[in-house]
């Protein structure tokens, strides 16, 4: 018998920074192993077309399950054909919110608020600057229902040459906490005493 596939959802909703998305898509489309389940809001097309160019139906989905955004009778917005675990990467400020207060407008939310009422995975990346008191305690909101929160700060200690090594810093954080094993994580490398002459 064939072991099931894992059956991770993406979300893309309308926050800047869909390269993150993409990224994490064409990471994650490397491993046969993932049934991966995409969905995007209407302020995620929107920043697509925007960010990127590209329309919804331009990205690469080969071998990927693409539901409709306002599909509320997909798979994924039931508990009992749910995924492991959600990505909602970038996150807006609008879909937080929305999640916090268990509104589920469209399919982004729906799916998000079955990972939290059956206690599956719900990996929450949002990006504004800065945070107004409303979404910070819809963050905090979020973290007291079981999501991780995990904002869209890339990591400098890398020393990123590129935007993609950037983009990277957080897309390996997410592989992670999705308990992908994948080898091209990057890690950090503590040198054991620090610089030589850290006074220099
Ligand atoms: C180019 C562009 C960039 C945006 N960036 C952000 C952002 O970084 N964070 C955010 O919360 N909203 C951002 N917005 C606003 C959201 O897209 C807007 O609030 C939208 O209604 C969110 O809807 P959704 O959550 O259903 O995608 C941006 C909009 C545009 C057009």
């Known amino acids: 018998m064939q072991t099931p596939r894992r059956r991770i959802g993406l979300a893309l909703t309308g926050a800047s ?13 490397a491993f046969p192993e993932l049934e991966l389940h995409l969905v995007a809001s209407e302020g995620g097309k929107r920043v697509l077309h925007d960010e990127e160019n590209m329309k919804w139906g331009d990205i690469n ?30 996150c807006s400020m609008s879909s937080l919110s929305a999640m916090a ?29 800065p945070l107004s008191l409303i979404s910070l305690r819809a963050m905090v909101t979020l973290r007291e229902a079981g999501a ?7 990591g400098f200690y890398h020393q990123p040459q590129t935007v993609t090594d950037l983009v990277d810093s957080v897309v390996d954080r997410i592989i992670d906490h999705l ?9 950090w490398n503590p040198t054991p005493t620090g610089p030589p002459n850290p006074q220099a």
């Open 61 to 90: 989905t080969e071998g990927c399950v693409v539901h409709g955004t306002r599909n509320i009778g997909a798979s994924i917005a039931s508990g009992s054909n749910g995924l492991e675990s959600l990505v909602v990467v970038p």
């Open 148 to 154: 991780v929160i995990m904002p869209a700060s890339p």
């Open 179 to 187: 308990e992908v094993a994948d080898q091209a994580v990057r890690r």
């Open 101 to 129: 207060i268990g509104m589920a407008e469209n399919l982004v939310h729906r799916a998000a608020a079955v990972q939290l009422k059956e206690g599956r995975t719900l990996i929450v990346v949002p990006r504004e600057t």
């Open 17 to 29: 920074g869909v390269a993150y998305f993409l990224r994490t898509l064409e990471r994650l489309r």
